[in-house]
């Protein structure tokens, strides 16, 4: 089955050490994104890549970045974690057409001790 | 930017219908999508709406309103298995989601 796959499903790392997450998708799709989302909050986009043309929103702490070396990867770097970014990493693919449907990982849940 | 507003909470009883209300204020628009998200899992789609009018998929229906920035999601025959909480989002190839509600289905 196509799919978006999130590893791992659960990150616990210490104050201030970096972590990567990954995604990989089958799906083919054009449109790669990072959403966090806080317990009880939307999930809030982070950044997306549109083919390889990086886009970053304009609140994104500089302390993620992310990186996709081919269509099916992408990886998401949280340099120097802090307690407040403890939530879940949610990956999600797009045909990247005017009304596209997204197709979500299962998710990397972030503890920050 | 995108404003989006959903009630926090709704709860009823197996077997009835419950209608989840969102209105939103947008710079850029090409749909309204409606997303199921199980506590801890990712969202999985369920329907949207690119005109004015209602989709209906099965049990449930989502309707839109383009002029009144508004849409509703319409969860008919509820079962327990429809506890969840319901993301409203809109956008185009880029999404905005609301925070969700959260339905609670009881026996």
């Known amino acids: 089955d196509a799919m978006v796959i999130q590893n791992p499903r659960y990150q616990v790392t210490q104050f201030g050490k970096p972590v990567t997450l990954s995604c990989s998708q089958t799906l083919n799709h054009n449109v790669m994104y990072w959403y966090q989302q806080k317990s009880s909050q939307a999930p809030k986009l982070l950044f997306h890549y549109y083919d390889k043309d990086f886009n970053n929103e304009a609140d994104t702490p500089d302390n993620f970045q992310s990186r996709r070396p081919n269509t099916s990867f992408c990886f998401l770097d949280i340099r120097s974690p802090g307690l407040g970014d403890a939530a879940m990493y949610l990956c999600?693919?797009?045909?990247?057409?005017?009304?596209?449907?997204?197709?979500f990982g299962a998710g990397s849940r972030l503890t920050v001790l | 930017g995108q404003n989006i507003d959903q009630p926090t909470e709704m709860t009823a009883t197996e077997g009835a219908i419950v209608q989840i209300n969102c209105t939103y204020q947008?710079?850029?628009?090409?749909?309204l999508f409606w997303y199921q998200q199980h506590a801890g899992e990712a969202p999985t789609f369920l329907s949207y709406n690119v005109l004015d009018g209602l989709e209906e998929k099965g049990r449930f229906s989502s309707f839109l309103s383009r002029s009144k920035g508004y849409s509703y999601l319409l969860l008919k025959e509820l079962q327990m298995k429809d506890s969840a909480s319901y993301l409203c989002a809109v956008g185009d190839y880029k999404l905005s989601f609301g925070a969700g509600t959260t339905v609670t289905v009881r026996a």
């Open positions: 999600a693919t797009g045909d990247g057409s005017g009304a596209n449907v997204l197709t």
């Open positions: 947008t710079s850029g628009f090409n749909g």
